[in-house]
């Protein structure tokens, strides 16, 4: 193993919180408070992301978000909305100068994504990158994981991981959801649709386009025994040894005061004007 990278094994926290803490890696990181790291976590309860400019009042259906006791919450990061629920979620934070990260976004995202590859494999999955057809593929749905982006994991031709990558301060924040079971009922419930008709269309239609680990296994991984296969894969893909990073009680205040003052307020939350 080549250097030793940070790792933060956060648990399962609020979506607020969990925002949070990614935002603030990218800060510590780039005051020379941290180095190089990487977060495991997941969501509880249930959150959506939304997409730094996505239109959550067009988009969301929060009815059926509070019926289902999902939270609602913006990102940093583009794109568009994920339904965090039965996942491993992950982050990285590394600054742009890293000999390892290539100047383009597109090639950093493959650098990054050979942990997710190799994490995969650690599962017995044969997972491969996507390379779209075309980079102006398109599609109407506000649902993340109905399409592929550049170096995002296909397994059996269906997205089995959704990432997103920002630049800050010269450094690099890219976070990603990991499903290990998809409740596709639920997750076409939370969004809003013209009709009935094309919402079940559009469900149908999301077989074909993801899928999840224990669908892609036949098995019942459970979230601790996805999260040490991924670590060792991000070991491997990326060629570093991750050494634990212990949050102090002075960091997570800090976490829990970003947590309400941003990404559990409405403005930031319905606001596209970022």
Known sequence: ???????????????????????????????????????????????????????ADKKIDFQQASAYGAKIVRRQTGGRAVLHDQELTYSVVVPETHPAMPRSVKEAYLVISKGLLEGFR????????????????????????DKSSWY??????????????????????????????????KLFDLFSYPSPGIKQRARDAFKDK?????????????????????????EQGL??????????????????QLAETKYKNLDWSHSTEK
Not at 4 to 22: K, Q, V, Y
Not at 122 to 145: M, N, Q, R, Y
Not at 215 to 233: C, E, H, L, M, N
Request: aromatic letters at 8%; proline letters at 4%; a negative charge.
């Open 152 to 185: 995002e994991l296909l397994v059996d031709g269906k997205k089995a991981a959704g990432s997103a990558q920002m630049r800050r301060k010269g450094m690099i924040l890219q976070h990603g959801s990991i499903p290990i079971e998809i409740d596709s009922v």
């Open 122 to 145: 650690e599962l017995g999955i044969d997972a491969e990158f996507a390379i779209p057809e075309t980079s102006i593929e398109k599609t109407e749905s506000a649902v993340c994981f």
């Open 239 to 256: 060629g570093i040894k991750l050494e634990p990073l212990m949050l102090s009680e002075a960091r997570l205040l800090e976490i829990s």
């Open 210 to 234: 993801a899928i999840s680990i224990n669908a892609a296994t036949g098995q019942s991984f459970d979230f601790d025994r996805v999260k040490d296969a991924f670590k060792k894969g991000f």
């Open 1 to 55: 193993m080549g250097e030793t990278w940070g790792f933060i094994d956060s648990g399962h926290n609020s979506p607020a919180f969990n925002m949070a803490l990614d935002e603030l890696m990218l800060e510590w990181l780039s005051k020379g408070e941290i180095g190089p790291t990487i977060r495991f976590y997941g969501w509880s309860p249930a959150g959506i992301s939304i997409g730094r400019f996505q239109d």
